[in-house]
């Protein structure tokens, strides 16, 4: 597979103290990756190492597939970033701030305009940085990240402070960049919810900076157990069948509950079922949110999984 | 590189609309011409002699305030500010993650630094000389027909070359430290410890000491060249060498918050 951004045991932090433990990412070409972890596991560690801010105490980056240490700085022309809250001169404007970014990413005046327009910041651009909003802030640091459509995009918790339209908006130029540009997209956040509405690719760390999971999204929901929850016409029949199946099975109302299913198991049940004649009403994976799948990856894998 | 130079040059040129840095680089020779008005009005009699000496010692006021304090503190405060903009806002860790080299963006930083002394030595200059001739209007002396331009622009052209390297000190200072008081602090420390060297003559320490650098240029007697000359040039050759420590040093360090 041809990966974007290839880590190998990465390990790193800020002084003496350790955020990162032997961290392997795998981010495949025109990919929108979920970087998925809570407070302090490393999430914004990792990314100010890809952009080369940071330096690994051990390790090795490759950014499309170059050694990260011999390509800076010309490789950055191809990545755009946003880490934690843009960095804005208060001083000048919107345009200001933007046309600095533009001159030090060596683009087009056309390429501004594209990305005011994509971001919706156009309302606000001429006024100083410094009378913006937490939300319009964050609009024009992804107008700043997306300038020129990089092939490669950085973005650490972008949704922080944007309200429904913001994230409506958001979301419609990710998926616009991803689908137009086939540019890849690293998303680091905790807001589940919206990752789940664009992600194609997931990776979960760790409270301690152990990467857990790391794959696409149908992936992580085949690998963790989960519950099944079936209705049929003749439970009592099913049930008999599933038991002689070997499969452990529990009443609940009128549903069966099979515990602890993965993907593989649901296509089971319902070749059973079906060869022996129950008619199916409902058959599905339950607590299949992003967010209930990250709950369950973070207390039930161990890091040496996931390597 | 001609397209790095001028992306890092405009784009420092645009982070300058609508700040101090430029009203820093009229207020201080402003202070350094108010002296001198002050000092040449102040005085008790007219000078003797010729008139390259009138000149010469009606200018000396304004040369020793430009060049013994406002010219070393401006620097300190313009080279403290120029930092602050990308420490204020956390701006490196952007400003790092664009295809320009670090090293670039540093000696950027000292270019203005060193362009913002070089206007207000322009002002210094033009103001010292307005003070005179008002000054010889009032008092009926015929300065305005031998005005030494030469001579002006050779003490102002030395001492202003003699300053780069307290520009680059005072812009790695003010890379290093995330405040503006640190530097400025260090800057003024610097400048006190130079006045108790002064005295000292012609010791090692005295005659090369940054923050004196400026004013050495113009304490020797005029027509000593060696002595007003060796001071600028002292000046040139470690701003360069020290640059190039400062970029690298600047440059290296990987941790910006």
Redesign the interface.
């Known amino acids: 597979m041809d990966f974007v951004i290839e880590t190998d045991r990465l390990v790193g932090g800020?002084g003496k103290s350790m955020v990162l433990r032997e961290v392997s990412l795998r981010v495949p070409r025109a990919s929108i990756y979920g970087f998925l972890g809570p407070n302090g596991a490393g999430k914004t560690t990792a990314l100010?190492m890809l952009?080369?801010?940071?330096?690994p105490f051990s390790g090795e980056i490759r950014l499309f597939a170059e050694p990260l240490n011999g390509a800076l700085?010309?490789?950055?022309?191809r990545?755009g970033?946003l880490?934690e809250?843009?960095?804005?001169?208060?001083?000048?404007t919107g345009e200001?701030n933007l046309?600095?970014?533009r001159?030090?990413?060596?683009l087009k005046r056309a390429d501004a305009g594209r990305a005011i327009e994509a971001t919706g910041v156009g309302e606000y651009i001429q006024r100083p940085a410094g009378e913006y909003s937490r939300g319009m802030r964050q609009r024009l640091g992804v107008a700043?990240a997306i300038l020129g459509n990089p092939e490669l995009l950085l973005l650490d918790e972008p949704m922080n402070g944007l309200d429904a339209g913001g994230l409506r908006s958001f979301r419609s130029v990710l998926k616009n960049l991803h689908q137009e540009y086939g540019t890849t997209i690293v998303i680091s956040s905790h807001q589940f919810e919206e990752v789940e509405q664009v992600a194609t690719h997931i990776g979960i760390m760790s409270s301690v900076g152990d990467l857990l999971f790391q794959g696409p999204r149908e992936q992580l929901s085949a690998r963790v157990p989960q519950e099944l929850v079936i209705k049929v016409d003749r439970w009592e029949d099913a049930v008999k069948i599933l038991t002689a199946g070997n499969f452990k099975v529990d009443l609940q109302r009128e549903h069966i509950v099979i515990q602890g299913a993965t993907t593989e198991m649901a296509r089971e049940v319902n070749r059973l079922l079906v060869t022996n004649g129950i008619d199916i009403h409902h058959l599905a994976m339950d607590s299949a949110t992003l967010e209930a799948l990250f709950v369950k990856v973070t207390t039930t894998v161990k890091a040496w999984d996931a390597r | 590189m001609m397209?790095v130079a001028w992306?890092?040059i405009?784009?420092e040129a645009?982070?300058l609309?609508?700040?101090i840095a430029v009203w820093l680089a009229v207020g201080a020779p402003a202070l350094a011409v108010l002296i001198e008005l002050i000092a040449v009005f102040g005085r008790t009699a007219p000078p003797r002699g010729d008139a390259g000496a009138q000149w010469r010692l009606l200018l000396q006021p304004g040369w020793t305030a430009w060049f013994g304090f406002c010219l070393p503190m401006f620097i300190a405060f313009e080279a403290a500010y120029l930092a602050h903009?990308e420490h204020?806002?956390?701006?490196w860790?952007?400003?790092?993650?664009?295809?320009?080299?670090?090293w670039g963006v540093y000696a950027v930083k000292m270019l203005f630094c060193a362009l913002l002394a070089g206007v207000s030595f322009l002002i210094a200059v033009t103001g010292f000389v307005i003070d005179v001739l008002s000054y010889g209007v009032v008092y009926g002396l015929h300065l305005a027909s031998v005005l030494p331009w030469p001579e002006i622009l050779a003490t102002a052209g030395k001492a202003y070359a003699a300053s780069w390297l307290l520009i680059v000190i005072q812009s790695w200072l003010g890379a290093r430290f995330t405040g503006i008081i640190s530097p400025v602090g260090i800057g003024f420390a610097a400048l006190v410890m130079g006045f108790v060297l002064l005295p000292i003559g012609e010791g090692a320490l005295s005659s090369w000491y940054p923050w004196l650098l400026p004013l050495r240029t113009f304490l020797a007697a005029p027509g000593d060249l060696h002595q007003t000359t060796l001071p600028a040039v002292f000046g040139c050759t470690g701003a360069v060498v020290s640059g190039a420590i400062a970029c690298w040093d600047l440059a290296r360090r990987?941790?910006?918050a």
């Open positions: 800020y100010r952009l080369g801010l940071l330096r700085p010309g490789i950055l022309r990545v970033s880490i809250q843009p960095s804005l001169y208060d001083h000048l200001e046309e600095i970014v001159r030090l990413k060596f700043m | 397209a992306a890092l405009s784009t645009i982070k609309r609508r700040t903009l204020s806002g956390k701006q860790k952007q400003l790092f993650a664009f295809p320009i080299p670090r990987r941790d910006f």
